[in-house]
């Protein structure tokens, strides 16, 4: 490698390197943009506001995790969805679109159709607790948006979700 070769590969490890630990900037910087997500979120409100989309995200809680190759919710996933359930139910100038994402193994095509049965069951799981389906979508990203990336355990596991991102918009 000549020595512009180096540098200009010097160059690209480190801009790969600060993406990567930029969460922000893999979200595309909105809250509620689902760490990559549709980037449709709103980035309201302070987390000591219960009616704000960022207590949502903090305190509630915008994200449930499966298990490998797994779109079935555990108990904890639950939990979490029954307080956006009630959030929602509550909040109603609000709907939400639910990303479906898998971790980085597998093909293309199996990972979309994974995030897809994940997001379609927090959605039913949603409406399972009476929030109206006509302000659910979802959408799968499949393994394209991870928040973590590296090949291991530990970043497959947080990259293995559903995210549910607010927008406020009519319910019709």
């Not at 994402?101 to 379609?120: K, M, S």
Request: net charge neutral; aromatic share 6%.
């Amino acid at each position: 490698m000549t020595g512009a070769g180096r540098i200009v590969a010097l160059v690209m490890v480190g801009l790969l390197a600060t993406a990567c630990t930029d969460k922000d900037a893999l979200r595309g910087g909105d809250y509620g943009s689902g760490a990559g997500g549709a980037g449709a979120g709103v980035g309201s409100g302070s987390a000591a506001d219960p009616k704000s989309p960022v207590y949502f995200q903090q305190a509630i809680g915008d994200r449930v995790f499966f298990a490998v190759d797994q779109s079935t919710l555990s108990d904890s996933a639950r939990q979490t969805l029954d307080a956006q359930a009630k959030w929602l139910t509550t909040n109603t100038d609000f709907v939400a679109t639910i990303e479906g994402h898998a971790d980085e193994q597998g093909t293309r095509e199996y990972n979309v159709a994974l995030g897809e049965r994940r997001a379609n069951n927090v959605r039913e799981y949603l409406m399972s607790r009476g929030v109206a389906g006509s302000r659910l979508k979802t959408v799968s990203y499949g393994k394209e948006r991870p928040v973590e990336i590296c090949s291991d355990e530990a970043c497959y596991s947080k990259n293995r979700r559903a995210v549910t991102v607010l927008t406020i918009g009519l319910t019709g």
